[in-house]
């Protein structure tokens, strides 16, 4: 297939609901196969980290959660479920913020975003919780170097999830697992198309690609999965890691 | 052209160098036609807020520009040109922070954002100073009428600029200016696949389209223009205003 260089395309890929030990990469190949979708060397596929997680056991029942003290005081202040919050605390490294009904963690992996990432969920009949994968960096590795093996094509993977921002309402989606692609384009000393040099410009194109993903993914049609075609991204090692801010670069933590 | 419900198309339109008074909804038509993109029904037309500022005079000499006695102490501390400063306080309404270069501020418009998102170029011949248009939602909708009139096409239009984040690195696009659409799509009160409530989810689509435009827009390229083909949205009066958290509900400000 010919690809305007100027033109990216987005197609959503259904899958099969998803269980523990679920194969993911081999997953997104057979559905791209049923549904004409051919992978190409270059394509970003974007997996949401629910289904993620769920394949890799990252899935609580909440009654086997036994809160802390501290936990169970902190609750109060939420008005939240003590073993929600002490999922939450579980996943967390440092409290960014609480105030009313909400709390701000850092995760153990370094992200900032609302209630550590942990989802509550009534799925399957009980009250359950679904964290982010420990690694999601080695999650996209697994799911790329899968598909390779099966298609011999060459794609890079990020792993997505919802966040909340600071200033604007509105969730968008963003990167928290990447693999064979630099999530960073930067384009510091290059010339604008009038020849004069751009200002200090680094471009999160992974979280970009992320959020373009959510845009056919929806949350009510069970896309779980997104192929991206004609992003210029570069090659290489990347990790979710290369779009966290460092604590002391940050203004805002 | 059929476009499968799970698909988006991102298409990037170039355009001539952009002046004062220029007629930008014209011109994209124009390079529509000429580069073989059709126009339909509920496609965003996503433009960078550089050329609209750029057609609506919002262009300065800084050498026209004299720096209030608070904007030279200022710019001391940032290390920056103090005509540039005086420029950011003018486009102010506070200082959010301010930090070894780095100063953040909330727009008049409410954008809480680096250098109130003053961008400086030497463009021309002359240092200059480009700022944000004064109304971006009636920028917006004057494209989107002109392009109605001309192709009979009833679209939707955002304003896009480049804006830091708190907590990640990297730069992404969000939509500074909406016309036609709702820039947050609510799911509350939605189910999921499997039947059960979503959790409070609002997504800022805007947001999302903005982003997956830049991807086709690059820095470089001098394209400023995408069109944006199979985004669910709601249709309606929306403004760049709704995408703005207000300040007692900001944990971050």
Not at 16 to 22: N, T, V
Request: glycine letters at 8%; aromatic letters at 6%; one cysteine or more.
């Amino acid at each position: 297939m010919h690809l305007d260089p100027r033109e990216v395309r987005i197609i959503g890929v259904k899958l099969p609901e998803i269980k523990l030990g679920d194969d993911i990469g081999y997953l997104i190949v057979d559905a791209c196969i049923k549904q004409g979708v051919k992978l190409e060397e270059g394509d970003i596929v974007v997996v949401t980290h629910k289904i993620v997680s769920k394949a890799e056991g990252y899935v609580y029942r909440l009654s086997d959660i036994s809160p802390s003290i501290f936990a169970e005081r902190v609750s109060l202040e939420l008005g939240k479920d003590p073993r929600h919050v002490e999922l939450i605390l579980r996943q967390a490294r440092r409290i960014v913020k609480m105030r009313g009904p909400h709390i701000i963690t850092e995760t153990i992996h370094g992200f900032v975003c609302a209630n550590s990432a942990v989802d509550l969920s009534n799925v399957s009949g009980g009250d359950m919780a679904v964290t982010l994968p420990e690694d999601p960096d080695s999650s996209a590795m697994k799911i790329g170097l899968r598909i390779r093996e099966l298609t011999d094509v060459d794609v890079a993977v990020i792993i997505s999830d919802t966040f909340g921002r600071a200033w604007r309402k509105g969730l968008t989606d963003v990167a928290i697992g990447v693999w064979n692609m630099k999530p960073l384009i930067d384009y510091r000393g290059l010339k604008d198309p009038y020849g004069y040099e751009l200002r200090a410009t680094v471009v999160a194109v992974a979280d970009e690609v992320a959020s373009a993903a959510e845009l056919v993914m929806g949350k009510t049609e069970g896309i779980p999965v997104a192929i991206v075609k004609g992003v210029r991204y570069e090659k290489g090692e990347g990790t979710y890691r290369d779009l966290l801010r460092p604590l002391e670069e940050d203004l805002f933590r």
